[in-house]
C-alpha cells in the first residue's frame, strides 16, 4: 500500500494535533503539586489551599468544597506588597462553580485551581514583581441563599523570614 505525500502529511498533522490537545488538556494537573495545607474558611465555605509555584511568580490556590451546587459564586482577592513602583499590586476575580468542569478531584472532593500571578501579562509576555512581600488572600463564599462565608489568610514566604 503506498500514501501520497498529502495523505502522509496529513496523518503527521494529525498525530502532532492530538498530541497537542492531550498534552494542553492535562497540564493543568501537572501545574503544580498539590500541599496538605488547607485553610478552611469560619463556616461552610470552600477549603482554600494555596502554594506557591516554584519560581514563586504566582500562587496557585484551589477552590475545594465537597458540594457546590448551593454555591452562586467564589470571589478572591490577591494583594500584596514589591519592590515595583507601587503601593500595593494585586489580582482579584470570581467565578461560578455551576458554569465550570472542576479541574480535578482531590480525596474525592471536586476542587477548580486558578493561578494568580504576582505580576501582569499582555499578548503572552509577563513582567513579574520583584520582592513579592506581605501577601494577603481573601476568600468569600457567596451562597445562593444570600449568604456569605468569608476567608482571609496572609500567606509567608521564605525571603519574609529574613
Given at each position: ?118 505580576g501582569t501579562c499582555s499578548k503572552n509576555v509577563c513582567k513579574y514583581d520583584r520582592g ?31
Amino acid at each position: 500500500m503506498s500514501l501520497s505525500i498529502t495523505a502522509i502529511k496529513t496523518l503527521v498533522l494529525s498525530v502532532v494535533l492530538l498530541t497537542a490537545a492531550l498534552i494542553i488538556f492535562t497540564l493543568p494537573s501537572f501545574a503544580a503539586s498539590r500541599t496538605g495545607t488547607v485553610y478552611n474558611t469560619t463556616g461552610d465555605g470552600v477549603d482554600v489551599i494555596p502554594y506557591v509555584r516554584s519560581d514563586q511568580n504566582a500562587l496557585f490556590v484551589d477552590f475545594e468544597h465537597p458540594n457546590f451546587n448551593n454555591i452562586e459564586y467564589i470571589y478572591y482577592n490577591l494583594n500584596y506588597d514589591s519592590d515595583e513602583p507601587a503601593t500595593i499590586r494585586g489580582v482579584e476575580g470570581s467565578f461560578i462553580p455551576s458554569q465550570k468542569t472542576p479541574s480535578g478531584h482531590f480525596n474525592g472532593n471536586p476542587y477548580f485551581r486558578h493561578e494568580l500571578l504576582f505580576g501582569t501579562c499582555s499578548k503572552n509576555v509577563c513582567k513579574y514583581d520583584r520582592g513579592t512581600r506581605n501577601v494577603k488572600l481573601t476568600v468569600n463564599t457567596n451562597y445562593l441563599t444570600g449568604a456569605v462565608d468569608q476567608y482571609t489568610k496572609v500567606l509567608t514566604f521564605p525571603q519574609d523570614q529574613f
